[in-house]
């Protein structure tokens, strides 16, 4: 693991914040009782929900219809480039392989619908997990030096209308090289944001993302250090569930080498904790 010193950006941010008990320098979940939350991706119950109430309804959610409709293009889409398709919509194999090494999402380059050229993958808990506070980890393997790849993993706010209700990125990657923390909030009226960045590891190697975040202070948790924080923002008020989604290309990351035809991340575990009980 790279040394963390000295590897902290910090973007201009628009919160507020009051004096907050310091966020700890090293996280133990374990020291916060039984996970709320746990994925090891041995088997994958996964498939596009409808509804809360969808007939056979799944552990994880592979389409994003009716969700943040502000923020989506479409049922299947987060950027101009890439479907989400999964094993139900007829335009292409599944992204999603389990393998000893955990679930593996590929993105790879073909016509989708909608005018869209990368066909990949998104899972979410929307219907079937989500919770206010804790610590989140996400144990995978990121393509963050791939150029335009596009890797997130987040948690998201059941309440609709977004930038309203917030967004933890923890984290995204785009391929430049860095791992990009961030907490989006719609407290102010408009989108205001804070972002932290960090190194990353350009070997293909495994981390342990983490969010620690309380109601004073959401921290960020690179193999269980402390890279940063932020105030938590007056419009986190909801609990939040997770999602997992490879894009490529975009307004961001901007658009890959035309030679890259693949791109996959894996992902070896989930899991969730509450608060410490004071």
């Known amino acids: 693991m790279k040394a963390l010193a000295g590897i902290i950006g910090l973007t201009i941010c628009a919160f507020n914040s009051a004096v907050a008990e310091p966020l700890p320098g090293v996280i133990v979940p374990e020291t916060l009782g039984s996970p709320t939350f746990q994925e090891t991706f041995r088997t994958l119950d996964a498939g596009p929900d409808l509804g809360p109430s969808s007939p056979g309804r799944h552990r994880w959610r592979t389409i994003l219809k009716n969700s943040d409709p502000d923020h989506a293009k479409d049922a299947r889409s987060l950027s101009t480039n890439t479907w ?21 999402i590929t ?41 335009a790849a596009w890797p997130g993993l987040w948690l998201m706010p059941e309440k609709a209308g977004w930038p309203r209700g917030g967004e933890i990125d923890a984290p995204e990657t785009i391929g430049d090289g860095k791992v990009y923390w961030t907490a989006i909030s719609g407290a102010t009226g408009g989108k205001t944001q804070r972002q932290i960045t960090s190194a990353a590891d350009c070997t293909r190697t495994l981390h342990r993302y983490g969010v620690l975040w309380r109601p004073d202070r959401i921290g960020y948790y690179y193999d269980r250090h402390l890279v940063g924080g932020a105030p938590t923002p007056p419009d986190y008020d909801s609990p939040m569930y997770l999602l997992i989604d490879l894009n490529v290309g975009g307004g961001w990351p901007g658009q890959p080498d035309p030679a890259l035809r693949q791109v996959s991340m894996t992902i070896d575990h989930v899991a969730a904790w509450p608060l410490k009980a004071p």
């Open 107 to 147: 993105a790879t380059r073909q016509a989708q619908p909608s005018g869209r050229s990368w066909r990949s993958g998104v899972l979410t808990t929307k219907f079937s997990f989500s919770q206010m506070y804790g610590y989140f980890e996400f144990f995978a393997d990121l393509p963050a030096c791939v150029k």
């Open 84 to 104: 989400f398709g999964d094993q139900s919509d007829g335009a292409g194999s599944s992204p999603f392989a389990l393998t000893s090494r955990g679930l593996v």
